[in-house]
């Protein structure tokens, strides 16, 4: 499977690496390794020492290198070795460094042409800045491909079956849907009218439970598979400035061809002081259980009964809500087409 | 592999599915459903819906149709989608349907042209009829080929080893041995003198325990591997109409190239009353242990030792027992390669 | 993968077959048994029935022959049917014999041609006698070829960051390293000054724990994979003389092309009576730990690392204390081409 390279990926929470920490994950199926110098600085290598091919990640952080746990080469966060305890250092030992930046609380990894990683690329993600915001963080392992879980999270109508008893209500098929495109990034917008959502839901909402609202949910795409929800419910008919807009963000990274990394977050408002901290820790708890119990087995199963050919090759039939899923998977085949070009 | 597709395969125990229930399995290396409606009738469908390719089993029996669990399409028996809960009903919206049909207690699927399904020709297992027998049900699944499981059952020889202190005795090895082709169909008659067998298997024979015996295992095949055992035993020398003959079913249908499903029966006539039903209940159960402990870890030992090639490219030795056996394949061939110039 | 096959490996510990016992291994990516008669004569088969294809190891030890468990022909240590319980032994009933042979304690087996298996070509482990020594045997199951395994013993300088705690010392790197070769036999040789080892490992060589010692480990690696490591400290300054020397025992057969077989020992002179026979017992459990919580961890992530593909196409850099490792890989890929050029 041909992976977008010249993009940013989202690599890990900022929180996940601590200062002298290390975190090795498998992104565009390739091993990297994260790890923060003694100044707080974070640097990703391929995860390989060049001398016997070993992990890097089996060694440990000395001072602000990683020190190889076979033989003790030690490299630095530009992947230059800075010591080989057993002689000089070979001019050839070097590892690969990937450009890495800390954004909205995110670290972002670009595995593609050094010379063309500008952070100022990276989408906006800014409602997860903590000086504006509470934010819930989330992780979750999927065993599908990160395309399926563009499709998942662009058509909510899925909400109604999948999470009847979580995060949907009889309401979502009779909502209205519309798709947008603007440059390369792609909007799924749905409303609802007059839908009664579950308690828990609505008091995330901020709304009374047990009242009829108006409901709008609304998913911004940006390449490779960067997604944000903007959702928010108002007492039906009420105008939609009255009501409180919740964002939440959807990244995915892929691990391999058919399993990937999902992170996820929930954002409320640093002005809503303790209330917000609170309800930030509650709903990503209260989002994580859909999401592992309901969505993950559905799409490992999808996964599995496609198999490894594209989704497209068999020919599905599309329903109106996949309009923006549809446009999604052509920005992104355009796009590694240009790449495929390229090389 | 390629399976014979223009056969008749067990698919369940009819008593597997009740009204408004849902059974899936993988037949001949394809997802199917089993499903049956408020009225009794039964229906198998290519399990995976047409939209996203979600495994129809996730959702739920609604009505008389499957409801699809991710984005709630549904489906009727035929495959016909009846209702999209986002609008209308695309014209492609259709899952394929297997012709079934449901005789003697079992669920038979034709896998392939279904202008040609013409339950007629369903092998004989009427001594599973209801109305006629006590039935004991098993199922196993098995990790090799279901031809090897044809073998298996040819060539009865292997019950004086494999199954020395359950199904054998030491005389299998000097009884008399006759395989016979009939048209498709082909015997393995197995006939041993004076042997004494192990106290519960001759309970079950209806003999004394201790007793010599004369005791004939006549095996069926029909393609593709439904197979009926006709045992029975009498005291030695004496006619063999004098004694019961009890029938059992073995019927394989293949998972995939090296897994298989194995549906076997033990059968009592209605006539013995109350101890009829329990000794198909009890001699199912006592059945089951020695295909379960003792054949399948050598079937499966078998299939990783023979790997992925046909057994007879590695030019197995053979032993006269071994005719019923080589008939079969004969005849199993010869299908399979017109029904590959067919196509 | 191509293994050498002209070569002897070791199959077993000749400990673990008594007499009219079974043990059967993969090796060289074959099923192997081996058995051992009731005269104590050891045999090798190719692990499987040339009848049906089931595994010998299934059946069992009857007199000095296999039984199949599956119908039963028997097999003597030729590899020659000798017994078809359902009829005359057919010509074609033999299973391949590898020529075996015992010594040095271990079991030797030879997978090339049997013509040119002379056991006078078997590598010299006589300090594994028992008329000389005690010895401690140990196994590990590797999940790494058996080449990473000749690199990891012909290079011990991990053992500074490796076996930190338990075999090595901060001495390590600044020691001498040679490497020699002696025709087809490769020599690592490596002298630590003034360095002072755990206390367990300075008991184990005889040294006052505490005491700066001067260390050697000599490693001779023999084709295909099998090492022996002489190694002795004395107070530092002394002559090596005065100090004992321990040979230790390390012969990798391969499983598989990514798993390997792992026969290990430590061995005490007969001399030292009582103590030596304790020595043995507790050292071989002390070398264990680190062998299999330290190198085999690192070599499993290591091999993962590689993958299918030969080490040096990655093109490894490599230090001075490669050069051992190098000089027996360059020996093994000779003696692999002549194989090759002669089939």
Known sequence: ???????????????????????HRRLLDEPVLLFRDSCGKPSALFDRCPHRLAPLHLGKVVGDTVQCGYHGLQFDGNGTCVHNPHGAVPRAAQVHAFPLAERHGMLWIWMGDPARADPATIADFGFQDRERSFVGEGYLHVRSSYVLEIDNIMDLSHTEFLHADTLGSSGISRGEYRAERDGDTVWSRRLTRAEVMTDELSRAMGVEPGTAVDRWLHVRWT??????????????????????????????????????????????????????????????????APFESEDLPMLEAQQNSIGDVDLLSLKPVLLAGDAGAVYARRVLSRLLGLEAQAT
Request: charge should be positive; charged fraction near 15%.
């Open 223 to 288: 390449a490779p598979a960067n997604m944000a929800l903007f959702a928010g419910a108002v007492a039906s008919g009420r105008p939609s400035g009255e009501g409180r807009e919740t964002p939440t963000a959807h990244c995915f990274t892929p691990e391999t061809a058919s399993t990937s990394h999902y992170w996820f977050s929930i954002c409320f408002p640093r002005a809503m002081g303790e209330i917000g901290e609170r309800m930030a820790r509650e709903q990503i708890a209260y989002l994580r």
């Open 1 to 23: 499977m041909q992976f977008l390279r010249n993009a940013w990926y989202v690599a890990a929470w900022a929180s996940e690496l601590g200062r002298g920490a290390m975190v």
